[in-house]
């Protein structure tokens, strides 16, 4: 599977992923994707959330856990009608633009903008937490 960067859900209903420097639109329900990524991986998207909910004590936007490459950060919540899912494995940099503005750089080089600074560092403080406790578990 290749690298998946970034998901949002566009206003037309679409979901965008961004993989490997494209952009790929699909028009399936977000929810039923990430079911199909989590499937793969002998899962579902129910049973990762749980898992990390129960083993960390998350009570919200709890970090979506796929494989080995991919930890999936919701700066938008799964049932926003403008969901927005940041791969954490696949974050090269991260840079403070003006006020509350993020500007996220990805290892194939594309860029993305959020508005949420401090929503995404308390995500990626949970990411922390599920390495720690993805080590502990070796």
């Not at 639109?25 to 989590?38: A, M």
């Not at 926003?80 to 500007?103: D, F, T, Y």
Request: glycine fraction near 8%; hydrophobic fraction near 40%.
């Amino acid at each position: 599977m290749a690298m998946i960067e970034w998901i949002k859900r566009t206003k037309i209903g679409l979901i965008e992923v961004a993989c490997d420097g494209g952009i790929t639109s699909f028009d399936q329900s977000l929810s039923g994707y990430l079911n199909r990524l989590c499937l793969n991986n002998l899962s579902t998207l129910e049973g990762r959330l749980k898992g990390v909910q129960r083993r960390f004590a998350f009570k919200s936007r709890i970090p979506i856990y796929i494989d080995p490459e991919h930890l999936l950060l919701p700066v938008v919540g799964l049932r926003s009608p403008n969901c927005l899912l940041i791969n954490q494995r696949a974050l090269c940099s991260c840079r403070k633009r003006k006020g509350n503005e993020l500007e996220l750089r990805f290892a194939s080089g594309m860029k993305l903008t959020i508005s949420k600074g401090r929503t995404f560092a308390a995500l990626m403080e949970k990411a922390r937490l599920i390495d720690e406790g993805l080590q502990d578990r070796m």
